[in-house]
């Protein structure tokens, strides 16, 4: 999968482990753990989180919204 977001201006995430993909953003970013948290609290996996039921998808887009990405 390499779908991207934007967090920084450079593919590289601004945590610097990792370039801006989706299965980072939405499931290992550690600048983003709080959020993820509080959307998913407890292992979601990522094929959910993108091709989930509608509300899935609404909890995907209720995380990129508080985590202020660009998409």
């Known amino acids: 999968m390499n779908q991207k977001f934007k967090l920084a201006p450079s593919p590289t995430c601004t945590c610097g482990q990792e370039d801006q993909t989706a299965e980072h953003i939405l499931q290992r970013c550690p600048l983003l753990d709080e959020e993820r948290k ?9 094929q959910t989180k993108l091709y989930g039921s509608r509300q899935e998808l609404e909890k995907t ?4 919204t508080s985590a202020g990405l660009i998409v």
Do not use: A, D, G, H
């Open 38 to 46: 509080e959307v998913w609290p407890s292992p979601t996996p990522l």
């Open 61 to 64: 887009t209720k995380f990129i």
